[in-house]
């Protein structure tokens, strides 16, 4: 049996891509995948994560997909992760999928059956979906860090061109710090930043009073 985990990074920032991650292995493969490290990657720190991501790929089969800022900003962000996971699922036909809870659980059910067909008929998977899943289910906490890993990367690089950026989560004094002074100058926003989010509405009326 091939088992799919899929987990995201980044739903609730307001600067970076949402990245979400697929992690494939078989079932009987799973065990190993906690002897390599695997958790949720909110618990480990960035080396940590680095070094454990390494390890998970020669294990399994992963895959990442960024959303850019400009698409969540013209479109709806549940709909945007839903079309992505089922492309994930459809491309590696697993028999089993396991994700992280899309919402409150009594939604849950409804969320699959949109998922399932949004994959179509041809491929139909078994499908797990729950609360701290990245915790409990090895291929969920995989592709976890890989989702995490591959966010970082991108923030890197938008920390060598702008600045510190920090997490570009809006509760982050750093990410705080950085959209103000922003703010300040006048200018546009850079296409990392997702415009739409409250946190820029506010900080839109802070510079024009």
Not at 155 to 161: G, K, P, W, Y
Request: with cysteine.
């Amino acid at each position: 049996m091939r088992v799919l985990g899929i987990d995201e990074a980044g739903r609730g920032c307001v600067l970076g891509p949402l990245s979400v991650a697929s992690y494939l292995v078989e079932v009987d493969a799973e065990p190993a995948l906690w002897e390599a490290g695997a958790a949720d990657s909110k618990t480990l720190t960035h080396a940590r994560r680095v070094e454990v991501r390494a390890r998970l790929a020669a294990l399994g089969t992963w895959t990442v997909r960024l959303v850019e800022p400009v698409e969540i900003d013209a479109g709806n962000m549940n709909h945007l992760e839903e079309a992505v996971i089922a492309d994930l699922v459809r491309e590696a036909r697993p028999d089993r999928v396991v994700i992280d809870a899309l919402g409150h659980p009594k939604t849950l059910p409804a969320v699959i059956a949109r998922l399932q067909d949004r994959v179509g008929p041809t491929v139909r998977p078994e499908w797990i979906m729950e609360p701290k899943a990245d915790a409990n289910h090895a291929t969920v906490a995989a592709a976890s860090i890989f989702a995490k890993t591959t966010r970082d990367a991108a923030l890197q690089a938008i920390d060598a061109e702008f600045g510190p950026i920090g997490s570009g989560y809006p509760s982050d004094p750093e990410t705080k710090a950085w959209l103000a002074a922003w703010s300040a100058t006048g200018r546009p926003w850079p296409a990392f930043v997702r415009t739409r989010w409250q946190t820029i509405d506010n900080l839109a009326q802070q510079t024009l009073f």
